[in-house]
């Protein structure tokens, strides 16, 4: 069920910058906020952003989140090999009344 | 701060209930206005998002579980639970509790791994 629309994989080698995309609609990330999650298979996924580009205390400032219309995106520069995990956005879908996860982006770094 | 944990058998038999609770530290769960939400993850596959309630015991559900999903409150304990009746091998999954204060979820708890076999 995954509405949102993530690409399954990215990479870059440290110190590059990678962007992460999450498509959605004009019921979810169009109408409401977008928020990033970093997931490591087995672990608590920890936030990441919230409402688009915000970063709660304690993430670099070199992890960004933006949004276009009906897209989102997550930018990681000055890559570092801490940052290989899954990377989820997350939206409320206003026409659902369902929380509508993306289905994930791993990413590698070379 | 906030924390949560999972609790609850990691085997459930097939036609059974999968019971699950999450405890709350470092706040009262009846304080405050927060949505608490669980969310799964299938192995192999991406986060689903099965249900939350409101501190008011208002509730939400995926309409894909809608029919086999219950999630409470108790105040008294400082925990929440989720309930997922007739399980089949393709509800088992890592599951995960989460506290919803604004529009996005943090914290997370650790997740506790629940098979579905006989």
């Known amino acids: 069920q995954s509405v949102l629309t993530q690409p399954p994989s990215a990479s870059g080698t440290p110190g590059q910058r990678v962007t992460i995309s999450c498509s959605g609609s004009?019921?979810?990330?169009?109408?409401?906020?977008v928020n990033w999650y970093k997931h490591l298979p087995g672990t608590a996924p920890k936030l990441l952003i919230f409402?688009?580009?915000q970063r709660p205390a304690g993430v670099p400032d070199r992890i960004s989140g933006s949004k276009s219309g009906t897209s989102a995106s997550l930018a990681i520069s000055g890559l570092q090999s801490e940052d290989e995990a899954d990377y989820y956005c997350?939206?409320?879908?206003?026409?659902?009344?369902?929380?509508?996860f993306g289905g994930g982006t791993k990413l590698t770094v070379l | 701060q906030v924390q949560l944990q999972e609790s609850g058998p990691g085997l459930v038999k097939p036609s059974q209930t999968l019971s699950l609770t999450c405890t709350m530290s470092?706040?009262?769960?009846?304080?405050?206005?927060?949505?608490y939400n669980w969310i799964r993850q299938p192995a192999g596959k991406g986060l689903e998002w099965i249900g939350r309630v409101y501190s008011d015991g208002n509730t939400n559900y995926n309409p894909s579980l809608k029919s086999r999903v219950s999630i409470s409150v108790d105040t008294s304990k400082n925990q929440f639970s989720l309930k997922v009746a007739s399980v089949t091998a393709a509800d088992t999954a890592f599951y995960y509790c989460?506290?919803?204060?604004?529009?996005?979820?943090?914290?997370w708890g650790e997740g506790i791994k629940v098979t579905v076999s006989s």
């Open positions: 409402n688009y580009n």
């Open positions: 470092g706040a009262s769960i009846s304080s405050g206005s927060y949505y």
């Open positions: 989460a506290t919803e204060e604004f529009d996005w979820f943090d914290p």
């Open positions: 997350a939206a409320w879908d206003d026409s659902l009344d369902v929380w509508l």
């Open positions: 004009t019921s979810n990330i169009g109408s409401v906020t």
